[in-house]
């Protein structure tokens, strides 16, 4: 059970999704964070999302430890917290923008036995104003049950030179490809549950 005093991370802005998962706690971070893991990469990028030309970093730090169900002495896993890991895909096309490549830069913000909190800045400069921001989600998974997590997925929208003429659609759309993608992933963690993550 959680302890008495936790409270979940601040979520972002904008909550595109707030869902309990049917998976336990362990196989999910597993699957989202452990670089052994392909189910991100697999399932839900290239099969799911239609990414191509995926390139998927390593953790900045403890490579092989993060996102392990159990960890050799010494390891503390409080050395995850500010772990980085650098990916790049080209997503496809949509109704707004032509296919275009997303750079990501993925930040472990809290990893404890009961939860975990990753946030992804997301550099997409092919589209259009796309150097003038940046794309911030968060991915909250908390442990729920013996076999269930709740899962808790935001965004943000920073523009570090200010906000331009368009900065209202560039929010409704990065809000809308998001939530596409948070339902993307929680759909694949669904479908894949019963198997294996």
């Known amino acids: 059970s959680l302890p008495a005093d936790f409270t979940p991370p601040e979520s972002l802005e904008f909550e595109g999704i707030d869902i309990t998962l049917p998976v336990g706690f362990l196989r999910l971070r597993r699957a989202l964070l452990s670089t052994k893991s392909q189910f991100v990469t697999e399932a839900v990028w290239r099969a799911d999302a239609k990414y191509e030309n995926i390139v998927s970093g390593s953790w900045s730090r403890h490579v092989d430890h993060i996102g392990e169900a159990t960890l050799p002495s010494g390891v503390d896993p409080k050395e995850f917290i500010g772990a980085e890991c650098q990916n790049s895909y080209l997503m496809?096309?949509?109704a707004f923008v032509k296919a275009n490549t997303a750079h990501?830069?993925?930040?472990?913000?809290e990893y404890t036995d009961y939860c975990f909190c990753v946030k992804r800045c997301t550099r997409t400069p092919?589209?259009?104003?796309?150097?003038?921001f940046l794309a911030w989600?968060?991915?909250?998974?908390i442990?729920?049950?013996?076999?269930?997590?709740r899962m808790i997925c935001s965004t943000e929208a920073e523009f570090p030179n200010g906000q331009p003429m368009v900065a209202r659609q560039i929010k409704s759309g990065m809000r809308t490809g998001t939530t596409e993608y948070f339902t993307l992933l929680?759909?694949?963690?669904?479908r894949y549950a019963p198997v294996k993550l």
């Open 92 to 94: 496809p096309k949509s």
């Open 104 to 109: 990501e830069t993925v930040t472990i913000h």
């Open 126 to 132: 092919e589209v259009p104003f796309g150097d003038s």
């Open 137 to 141: 989600t968060q991915i909250v998974v």
């Open 143 to 149: 442990r729920t049950g013996k076999n269930t997590c």
């Open 186 to 190: 929680s759909s694949a963690i669904i």
